[in-house]
């Protein structure tokens, strides 16, 4: 097992205690949870009477107050004996989040008092026909006088069973999409909550994880944590700040594969000696020590920042994106190692494979979606070419700037609906990208002018210029689109910019962009770069 050289002395006791509880109270019981899927409460309630109660929740407020670099030190200890027993653990917090973020000052003396005192506090956000597109959510919250009355049903919650209360995604607004999402705290013990489904999960199975019924609960309106319709937004920030602990446990999860591995490879014998002295396995055991360091490096890195308040959703999403690739890759070649033994569930790998795949399948590869625009400024460079000839820059502006609008949007739109992603080009941008054809449009028709291939400025309305035959090849395509391409991207750096001044969207982004770069659910490529990031992860 590796160790931390960054380490505070705290820190190293803190991971010494779970590690001596998990190796006594949880590994001889690790393969019956598994089996049987049961989710050890009374361990994992031992385990937080050691001081973990509210690990997340500040002390003013009832909790452990640990940071955020101490807690993914425990959490990857914990793993390294049960993934499932750290997802209960940590979920113990994970409906606070919210109220630290967004709630009043008596809201967070309340709950965190509730959660020091031993409540679990579940999240319930994915249902059943919305998972990554979070927004697109039919719980409802219809306001009742001073209470509000909540119907809806959610799906896969960790700890759904056996949590205490949940905070809940509700519309309260269904006619504003995301921004009529407003969150909402309730208790478990309110007439019309009950628990649904038993998630039969592939890995992990020692983690809870349940459908939640509302059934025309009433909760007051003070349960509503921040005003009505900022719940998407809430959710949003909450996710970039938790993204470094949240990959914690699966580090834990190919630091025990590792291990297992190099154990396995210097006592299994293949062709007279250890199959650790074949060059084959350790170049495979070089690879899989350098991505768990790298691993760790990066979730170190990305918990620091948090630490010191900065939430940078780029590394976050990296941090998320290559952990969890990287994690399961490495089980992958232990398991290997492991040879057809690494396929028996009387040895660790399999299982090891299998809690290390919950990881990466929670991971949103969401694409950057350009294509829209391309698409939108290619169907219209067409048309002018098909056409046989180029607008001035006068026709331009009454013409063919309305018509990039309105393609941009019709395109963009048609393309999310289809990919359901929610990336889309707004107005604004289209009107960026018809300034960006008129700059292009215009700049190389000068260009043209000059070389004596033809006159396309002109000053009347009705002064639509032909090109003359020998310039309208396909050779001329090629020539025309790459640089109004180039400028239609300047154009559109530009309005970022503009955007970026004004504190609006920028381009390209759904309508529920945090602005602060705390995004989860957004593969924009103008968003100051942060969101590029989220091509290879998902939210
Ligand atoms: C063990 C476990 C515990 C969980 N715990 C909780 C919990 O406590 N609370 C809670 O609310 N939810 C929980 N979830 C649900 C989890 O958040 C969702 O499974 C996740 O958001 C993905 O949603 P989905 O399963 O509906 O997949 P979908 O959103 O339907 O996605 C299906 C596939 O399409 C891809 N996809 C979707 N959108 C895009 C896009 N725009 N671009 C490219 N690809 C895309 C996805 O990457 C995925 O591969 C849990 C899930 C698991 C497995």
Redesign the pocket.
Known sequence: MSKFQLMTKDQEDLVAMVHDFMGKKVDPYVDQWDRESHCPMEEVRELMDLGFWGIDVPEEYGGAGLDVTTIMYIRQAMAYHDAGFT?TFS?QT?GWKPVLLAGTEEQKKYWGQRLAEGAFW?????EPQ?????GNCKTKAVKDGDEYVITGG???????GVSDLYTVTCSTDPSKGKHGISLFIVERDRPGVSVGKH?D?MG?RS?N?TDVVFDEVRVPADHMIGAEGTGFKTLMKMLSRTRPTGVAPAVGVAQRALDLAIEYSRTRLSFGQPIGKLEGIQFKLADMEMKLQCCQSQLAYSAALVDKGIYDTLVGSCTKCFVSEAVLDICLQAQQIYGGYGYSKEYPLEKLVRDAR?QY???????ATTLPIAVASFVTMVQFLMQGYLPSLYDSLGIYIPLIVVNCIILGRAEAYA?????LPSAFDGLGMGLGFTCAITILGAVRELIGAGTILSTGSSALVTIPESVYTPASIFILAPGAFFVLAMCIAIMNKIKAKHGMEPAQVPDYCSKDGSCD?C?NTMCGGKAFAEEKK??
């Open positions: 997802n979920a994970f579940a999240m319930c956000i994915t919305s998972g990554s597109d979070a959610k799906t896969f919650i960790t700890n759904g998630e999960k992990i983690s994880t919950k399948v929670n991971v949103l590869r969401v694409q990919s359901k992603n929610p990336v659910s593969a998902q939210a």
